[in-house]
């Protein structure tokens, strides 16, 4: 039997109430002690750009169409991610819905000339999509001024991966430690990922990074030194963005 039509869904995200899209840890990494990597992993290390922003963009815009599943041309998509341009797009966006199903993290059915995606849950478990809260899973939050400020055509891929993790580690805090190691420990990134993302949120003054001391007995000197980095408000980013556009 074939699919039910369901109308185009606009990526007006200025449309909804909630200005932000809600995103499982598990995305990142395993939600226990000590982490393990999570899908951001794979999407990283086998250079799958497009298939993260359509994965991150579809949880956006997910409440425009729910219950029922997103139906949009590739053209839409790829007008959405600023990457309309290039040779060849229709064919890449094609193949990374299939990578994102392949690795269950959405399911995707025919709908006329486009594709219509349902989004699963973000640890690649294959679930039905439910808000974290309802599951009491943590999660962190990714504003939609990435998308409206055009952050996401700034950064590269390693920038949007530890922008995400970022995102989730200063969730209840004014700042973050992200140490080398932990990158490859916790959330199977090389260290040259983590120090290029972390270059990349510096370069568009999204991210500010410093060293304090502290006490340590288990320093010869008696202290040591932490580094730490502090993500500036994605809103604040987009206004000022928005007035040197004027």
């Known amino acids: 039997m074939p699919p039910t039509p369901h109308p185009p869904v606009p990526f007006e995200l200025t449309a909804l109430r909630r200005r ?18 999570g899908p951001l992993a794979e999407l ?3 250079r799958r750009a497009v298939a993260l922003d359509l994965l991150l963009l579809s949880h956006a815009v997910w409440p ?7 139906v949009a041309p590739s053209t839409l998509w790829a007008r959405a991610l600023g990457v309309d ?11 990374s819905w299939s990578w994102l199903e392949h690795r269950r993290l959405v399911s995707t059915a025919r709908a006329s000339r486009a594709r219509a ?44 991966a530890v922008l995400l993790i970022g995102l989730s580690l200063q969730h209840e805090a004014p700042y973050f430690e992200l140490p080398l190691d932990r990158g490859s420990r916790w959330y199977g990134l090389s260290e040259r990922t983590v ?11 999204l991210l500010r990074t410093w060293v304090e001391r502290r ?15 502090s993500l500036n408000s994605l809103n604040a980013f987009a206004r000022r963005r928005q007035r040197s556009e004027l």
């Open 85 to 95: 341009a290039r040779p060849g797009i229709r064919a890449t966006i094609s193949r």
């Open 195 to 205: 120090r290029l993302g972390l270059r990349e949120l510096r370069a568009v003054k």
């Open 44 to 46: 990283v290390r086998q």
């Open 117 to 160: 995606i349902t989004i699963l849950c973000e640890d690649g478990s294959g679930r039905p999509w439910q808000h974290p809260v309802e599951e009491k899973e943590p999660f962190f939050q990714l504003p939609h001024a990435y998308w409206e400020s055009g952050l996401h055509t700034d950064l590269g891929l390693a920038g949007k």
């Open 64 to 70: 425009l169409s729910s219950p029922d599943p997103i």
């Open 20 to 37: 932000a899209t809600p995103l499982r840890v598990g995305l990142l990494h395993v939600p226990v002690a000590g982490g393990g990597p």
């Open 215 to 229: 006490p340590s007995a288990n320093s010869p000197t008696g202290y040591a030194f932490d580094r730490r980095h």
